[in-house]
């Protein structure tokens, strides 16, 4: 019998064949568990459905709507803003599809909006809506791609648009006077995948919205919006600071969903290869995930494996095709690597192999996570934790049928915030999906955005509450000493003739950019903020792009270039920078016997100073010096320090003798260490990856005269990450104490205190020392807290 036609064994016995041949002793499996299935509960169509909407969803294979489909839309229907949260391919669509298609095809005139965050997630819900054949519905795409005469036909004459937050920012609100007519009957804004609008994006987006929501009062408008989003904490309050309006939540799931095991997996540590110091390694979470993927396609499951990176998606598919080679020379045809950068017709055709069962194994990056319709696999495999809880179910929720369970793979990478969730299994399986984080506040965000909105509509008084009140009121002073604004008795005015959209760039915290070149042809490969281009395409730095491999041969700061040929080396390349960090104010200061918790602004001075060659396996190669200039970041950070007598264990005034017994020739190293591994977990408690966010440490800081750990965010003016680790400073360091000892190696690695950007080369660190401090560090607060 064909593979392809073979019935797949149940969730355990996959299971089986990826453990079988590891020898019991070296059993990777730390945790497993079945979550139940969970019957389906519908509802009768409401009844101001149109009966041609009814008819052409009915076509389409939708029989009756979920429950929390007919909700969420009936919220909409009658004009209540609305977020729907709720588990992957739970049918989020026909929530906002039920109120806008029935609107459009009742009237005439009326136009909605559609926003997402990739425009291949925006095409995939107008070819969804275009499929139904609804003669009054006219939906298009609208994005940087569109050309101009099909742009013209979607201002001139579509009633449902859909785009993404750039061609809005950029095209639509800048020359609104020629997008009236949308405008002035705008009935609904969509935003779906809301909660990938986070950190400076979701800033952007954030202040982007009450813009769009301006101008369209300006033409008479006042357009109901409805949201989409992965589970998430709190969404009504999330979605209405994203959106300034207060939002009705929909949570309760009403889809069904197959029982799924879930199996959370550490690779062991390699004993034939060391890291940077002698420190072990582990097995990569790739080379891991290609053999377990080899397996469950011998089996016939139809599995995908999620990988972090392009690169690492199509070396995951290279192994998995390796290990089959030499069981049937048939099976590598049927694993292909999935990621953003493919063609269209690419990306459809391995959809639909994927979905037929001629193709069994995928890897893929979070290209397949968003939206497209993939689901009820066999398998998933995720080769390392992929950034937050709400990507980790968004991943997952693509394994499992109605009718057959499914099995569910999370391999640990090599990094503290893995480590500890293989060994904490409730920090994945029970603890709510994390706060999305996002700061329209922001100053840095706040004031090209208001530059924007005033060369849009001049700015009223009135209207400053919706865009944070006082700080917007002390950003547009800030304009108008730099003479970008006037204010006169009426408003604020921009000044020139030419607006300044084109110099905002709603995806990171500036505009100025850095083009990477290919030196032969003169090709623009890509761009990159000019903050991170010391240390993203510095001389000798691999640079991936759509799946190719360059290197980079030069960087010209000055001229805003970076030249590079093509290569494919077998290593990849990480930075190295030295940082200074420098007190601007305290907003926050908290005194917990011997040890205080701070939250303010910094001044962070940093310098890449070199760069390390890694193999695949994480074995360092070597470290190449850089001479490249300083860059100071005005930013947040959460910091605090610990006194003397705390740090030495010396008997302290009022208390009992204790503290964490270091020496004066520990305490750096212990520090050091410390730091490290609170960068690795801050992102369990804040929706942002640890290359949006830094450390220093110091037994001895100018600022505040005590042996100091600050945690900075990586953006200028904050994204809001330091604010949570404030928040939630005990959970987030008992969390950080917990990965360090959870690692079994015996003096610190990449699991735990190692970080892939320490600018003084992992050194000095002390794995034991870090304990002590964070034990030390959460006795004291915890004895001070309120009972």
């Given at each position: 019998?064909?593979?392809?036609?073979a019935?797949?064994?149940?969730?355990?016995?996959?299971?089986?064949?990826?453990?079988?041949?590891?020898?019991?002793?070296e059993n990777?499996?730390?945790?497993?568990?079945?979550?139940?299935?969970?019957?389906?509960?519908?509802?009768?169509?409401?009844?101001?459905?149109?009966?041609?909407?009814?008819?052409?969803?009915?076509?389409?294979?939708?029989?009756?709507?979920?429950?929390?489909?007919?909700?969420?839309?009936?919220?909409?229907w009658?004009?209540?803003?609305?977020?729907?949260?709720?588990?992957t391919?739970?049918?989020?669509?026909?929530?906002?599809?039920?109120?806008?298609?029935?609107?459009l095809?009742t009237?005439?005139?009326?136009?909605?909006?559609?926003?997402s965050?990739?425009?291949?997630?925006?095409?995939?819900?107008?070819?969804?809506?275009?499929?139904?054949?609804?003669?009054?519905?006219?939906?298009?795409?609208?994005?940087?791609?569109t050309?101009?005469?099909?742009?013209?036909?979607?201002?001139?004459?579509?009633n449902l648009?859909?785009?993404?937050?750039d061609?809005l920012?950029?095209?639509?609100?800048?020359?609104?006077?020629?997008?009236?007519?949308?405008?002035?009957?705008?009935d609904?804004?969509?935003?779906?995948?809301?909660?990938?609008?986070?950190?400076?994006?979701?800033?952007h987006?954030?202040?982007?919205l009450r813009?769009l929501?301006?101008v369209?009062?300006?033409?008479?408008?006042?357009?109901?919006?409805?949201?989409?989003?992965?589970?998430?904490?709190?969404?009504?309050?999330?979605?209405?600071?994203?959106?300034?309006?207060?939002?009705?939540?929909?949570?309760?799931?009403g889809?069904?969903?197959?029982?799924?095991?879930v199996?959370l997996w550490?690779?062991?540590?390699?004993?034939?290869?060391?890291?940077?110091?002698g420190?072990?390694v582990?097995?990569?979470?790739?080379?891991e995930?290609?053999?377990?993927?080899?397996?469950?396609?011998?089996?016939?499951?139809?599995?995908?494996?999620?990988?972090?990176?392009?690169?690492?998606?199509e070396?995951?598919?290279?192994?998995?095709?390796?290990?089959?080679?030499?069981?049937?020379?048939?099976?590598?045809?049927?694993?292909?690597?999935?990621?953003?950068?493919?063609?269209?017709?690419?990306?459809?055709?391995?959809?639909?192999?994927?979905?037929?069962?001629?193709?069994?194994?995928?890897?893929?990056?979070?290209?397949?996570?968003?939206?497209?319709?993939?689901?009820?696999?066999?398998?998933?495999?995720?080769?390392?934790?992929?950034?937050?809880?709400?990507?980790f179910?968004?991943?997952?929720?693509?394994?499992?049928?109605?009718?057959q369970?499914?099995?569910?793979?999370?391999?640990?990478?090599?990094?503290?915030?893995d480590?500890y969730?293989?060994?904490?299994?409730?920090?994945?399986?029970?603890?709510?999906v994390?706060?999305?984080?996002?700061?329209?506040?922001?100053?840095?965000?706040?004031g090209?955005?208001l530059?924007?909105?005033?060369?849009?509509?001049?700015?009223?008084?009135?209207?400053?509450?919706?865009?944070?009140?006082?700080?917007?009121?002390?950003?547009?002073?800030?304009?108008?000493?730099?003479?970008?604004?006037?204010?006169?008795?009426?408003?604020?005015?921009?000044?020139?003739?030419?607006?300044?959209?084109?110099?905002?760039?709603?995806?990171?915290?500036?505009?100025?950019?850095?083009?990477?070149?290919?030196?032969?042809?003169?090709?623009?490969?890509?761009?990159?903020?000019?903050?991170?281009?010391?240390?993203t395409?510095?001389?000798?730095?691999?640079?991936?792009?759509q799946?190719?491999?360059?290197?980079v041969?030069?960087?010209?700061?000055?001229?805003?270039?970076a030249?590079?040929?093509?290569?494919?080396?077998?290593?990849?390349?990480?930075?190295?920078?030295?940082?200074?960090?420098?007190?601007?104010?305290t907003t926050?200061?908290?005194v917990?016997?011997?040890v205080?918790?701070c939250?303010?602004?910094?001044?962070?001075?940093?310098?890449?100073?070199?760069?390390?060659?890694?193999?695949?396996?994480?074995?360092?190669?070597?470290?190449?010096?850089?001479?490249?200039?300083?860059?100071?970041?005005?930013?947040?950070?959460?910091?605090?320090?610990i006194?003397?007598?705390?740090?030495?264990?010396?008997?302290l005034?009022?208390?009992?003798?204790g503290?964490?017994?270091?020496?004066?020739?520990?305490?750096p190293?212990?520090?050091?260490?410390?730091?490290?591994?609170?960068?690795?977990?801050?992102?369990?408690?804040a929706?942002?990856?640890?290359w949006?966010?830094?450390?220093?440490?110091t037994?001895?800081?100018?600022?505040?005269?005590?042996?100091?750990?600050?945690?900075?965010?990586?953006?200028?003016?904050g994204a809001?990450?330091?604010?949570?680790?404030?928040a939630?400073?005990?959970p987030?360091?008992?969390?950080?104490r917990?990965?360090?000892?959870?690692?079994?190696?015996?003096a610190?690695c990449?699991?735990?205190?190692?970080?892939?950007?320490?600018?003084?080369?992992n050194?000095?660190?002390?794995?034991?020392?870090?304990?002590?401090?964070l034990?030390?560090?959460?006795?004291?607060?915890?004895?001070?807290?309120?009972?």
């Amino acid at each position: 019998m064909d593979i392809a036609e073979a019935e797949v064994a149940p969730a355990s016995a996959l299971l089986r064949r990826v453990l079988a041949g590891i020898p019991s002793g070296e059993n990777p499996v730390t945790h497993l568990t079945t979550l139940p299935v969970r019957p389906p509960r519908h509802q009768d169509w409401p009844e101001w459905v149109p009966d041609d909407v009814v008819s052409a969803l009915r076509k389409s294979g939708v029989a009756r709507p979920f429950s929390h489909q007919v909700e969420a839309a009936e919220h909409a229907w009658h004009g209540r803003h609305v977020v729907i949260s709720t588990g992957t391919a739970s049918g989020k669509s026909l929530g906002y599809q039920l109120p806008v298609l029935s609107t459009l095809t009742t009237r005439s005139r009326s136009t909605a909006l559609y926003l997402s965050p990739t425009k291949a997630l925006a095409n995939d819900q107008l070819r969804s809506v275009t499929d139904l054949g609804l003669r009054r519905v006219r939906a298009t795409a609208c994005d940087g791609d569109t050309p101009i005469p099909e742009r013209d036909w979607a201002r001139d004459h579509a009633n449902l648009i859909f785009s993404n937050p750039d061609m809005l920012h950029h095209a639509m609100l800048s020359a609104h006077q020629r997008w009236a007519r949308f405008f002035r009957q705008l009935d609904y804004v969509v935003v779906d995948e809301c909660h990938s609008f986070r950190g400076v994006f979701g800033s952007h987006v954030a202040v982007l919205l009450r813009r769009l929501r301006r101008v369209a009062a300006y033409y008479g408008a006042s357009p109901t919006f409805v949201l989409a989003s992965a589970t998430t904490a709190d969404p009504a309050t999330f979605a209405q600071r994203l959106t300034g309006t207060e939002c009705v939540a929909v949570t309760e799931d009403g889809s069904g969903r197959g029982a799924r095991t879930v199996v959370l997996w550490e690779p062991p540590l390699l004993t034939e290869i060391t890291g940077e110091n002698g420190a072990p390694v582990r097995r990569s979470a790739g080379a891991e995930a290609s053999r377990i993927l080899a397996d469950l396609v011998i089996e016939g499951a139809r599995s995908l494996a999620f990988v972090t990176s392009r690169r690492g998606a199509e070396l995951t598919a290279a192994g998995t095709r390796r290990v089959l080679a030499d069981v049937d020379p048939e099976l590598p045809e049927r694993v292909a690597a999935y990621r953003a950068g493919f063609l269209p017709e690419e990306r459809r055709e391995l959809e639909a192999k994927l979905l037929s069962g001629e193709l069994l194994g995928v890897a893929s990056t979070n290209a397949l996570e968003l939206g497209i319709d993939i689901a009820g696999l066999d398998a998933v495999v995720l080769a390392g934790y992929p950034g937050t809880l709400a990507s980790f179910w968004q991943q997952a929720g693509r394994a499992g049928r109605s009718t057959q369970d499914a099995l569910v793979v999370f391999v640990a990478r090599d990094n503290p915030l893995d480590t500890y969730l293989v060994h904490h299994p409730d920090a994945v399986l029970d603890r709510p999906v994390e706060a999305a984080v996002l700061d329209p506040a922001n100053p840095y965000v706040l004031g090209p955005q208001l530059a924007c909105a005033a060369a849009e509509l001049p700015l009223r008084a009135e209207e400053l509450a919706s865009f944070g009140g006082d700080a917007a009121r002390e950003v547009l002073a800030t304009l108008v000493d730099d003479k970008l604004l006037r204010r006169r008795a009426s408003g604020w005015y921009w000044t020139s003739r030419q607006r300044p959209h084109a110099q905002v760039g709603i995806r990171g915290g500036g505009n100025d950019q850095v083009m990477i070149v290919e030196a032969e042809t003169s090709r623009v490969l890509g761009t990159v903020d000019s903050a991170a281009a010391c240390a993203t395409v510095h001389q000798g730095a691999v640079y991936l792009h759509q799946g190719a491999s360059f290197v980079v041969d030069e960087l010209d700061l000055d001229a805003g270039i970076a030249l590079v040929h093509a290569e494919n080396p077998e290593w990849s390349t990480s930075a190295r920078d030295v940082t200074d960090i420098e007190v601007l104010e305290t907003t926050s200061r908290q005194v917990f016997g011997d040890v205080t918790v701070c939250l303010g602004q910094v001044a962070v001075t940093s310098q890449v100073v070199g760069y390390l060659r890694r193999l695949p396996s994480g074995e360092v190669i070597d470290q190449v010096p850089l001479d490249l200039p300083e860059r100071t970041l005005r930013t947040r950070a959460v910091w605090y320090t610990i006194s003397d007598e705390l740090l030495s264990g010396r008997l302290l005034s009022g208390r009992e003798p204790g503290g964490a017994g270091l020496t004066s020739a520990r305490i750096p190293g212990s520090l050091h260490a410390a730091e490290h591994a609170a960068i690795g977990l801050l992102p369990l408690f804040a929706t942002c990856d640890r290359w949006d966010i830094g450390g220093v440490s110091t037994a001895l800081h100018a600022d505040t005269g005590e042996a100091t750990v600050f945690v900075h965010d990586g953006h200028p003016g904050g994204a809001g990450f330091a604010d949570r680790g404030h928040a939630a400073l005990v959970p987030w360091l008992a969390a950080t104490r917990e990965a360090i000892v959870s690692c079994e190696c015996p003096a610190g690695c990449p699991s735990c205190v190692q970080s892939p950007k320490c600018g003084n080369g992992n050194e000095p660190l002390d794995k034991a020392g870090a304990v002590a401090v964070l034990d030390t560090v959460l006795g004291e607060v915890r004895a001070d807290l309120p009972v």
